[in-house]
């Protein structure tokens, strides 16, 4: 009961913020302005393998111009999607961020069905819910493996096979970001080539293991198909592969995966170059920025707006917590080479010239 009463308490306190920012936003401060990218690959194509029916289909985005060192090697980013929310549309600035820089970013599909928002533009959450899982009780590792071979087949077919110059990053987020997390491990176990091992991993609200910890919480048909769902992939197992740096960027207010939960599947991440970033929800203006659970999705318009609010705990948008968070941290690490644990980030001022909220360390 008090997780319900929390959901309702949050969700009704977003819809008085956005009662205010349509009444009174003309007159209350405005977030920073959107920077400017200087990007190497304006232009891109993206190619489509396998079938969303089947767990196989994915998307790669491929620059014109795609960036290369001094030895010719060229990076790419694994992306990997939250529960239910395969459509690359609500990731899509994201993505065409990451690409127009020069990286190939492979985005795959690993539920069955939502590969893109429907023709009409909206949904019930039953229609998600029976496209994506439909009946039976899925397994988180099913998924996880349906990712590894879609990506695996994209990789050589786009001439990142065995041998390829190529530096692999990792990111996911929400039950992508527990599947990043495990990606080294179940890579190592099934075989697969090493041009798919990361050079590091960056997630974004990541579950805990539902293993041995508290699961991710979700109300209403979200939840019990949360519940429903094995949960087979252990972290207290697959973290002992993750050696290489790895930064959780979450968000304070996140209802769904609650900061504490990660208090002790945090120390299951064998790597000592790890750290776990906070930002922090700031209604100083309008819009607000939300530090929620999908603070890193673009657009979630296939839901409507209180549907999202209560069932998502947000409504996907592009923001100061995009610019300035979740993309500088993960474009820190691959565009940069600064190692996850030792981030920076500047988020600016409101147009009063108020300072944004700042982003913290919650661990170690």
Known sequence: MSQIASILRTTLAAYKEATLCRLFGRWRP???????????????????????????????????TPWRDAQGRQRAVIFLHGFVLGASQIYRAHLEHLVKQGTTVFFPNFQTGFCAFPDSGLMTLAELLDEVIGEGRPSQEKWLHNALQSVSGAYAQCGFGPGAAVDTYVYGHSLGGL????????VQAGGY????????????DPIPSGTTTERAQAPM???????????????QVTGAALTMPVAILHGASDWIV?????????????????????????THGCPGLYANHEQATDDTSFFRPWL?????????????????????????????????????????????????????????
Do not use: N
Request: hydrophobic residues 40%; proline residues 8%.
């Open 179 to 186: 599947f990043a997390l495990s990606w080294p491990w179940y």
């Open 221 to 235: 048909q979200l939840g019990a198909a949360l519940a429903r769902t094995q949960s087979d992939v252990d972290l």
């Open 30 to 64: 405005k977030p920073p302005a959107a920077p400017h990218y200087d990007y190497i690959s304006e232009t891109f194509t993206v190619e489509r393998f396998g079938q969303c029916q089947q767990g196989s289909y994915i998307e790669v985005y491929r620059p014109d």
């Open 258 to 282: 609650p900061k504490e939960h990660w208090q002790a599947p945090f120390g299951w991440i064998a790597t000592p170059h790890k750290k776990m970033y906070l930002s922090q929800t700031d």
């Open 308 to 364: 999202a609010t209560l069932l998502l705990d947000g409504v996907g948008s592009v923001d100061t917590l995009d610019y300035s968070y979740l993309w500088a941290g993960l474009d820190q690490v691959v565009a940069q080479g600064v190692r996850a644990d030792l981030l920076t980030f500047e988020m600016g001022q409101w147009s009063d010239g108020q300072a944004v909220a700042p982003i913290q360390t919650y661990l170690p």
């Open 193 to 204: 080539p090493a041009e798919l091992i990361p050079r590091q991993v960056v997630t974004a």
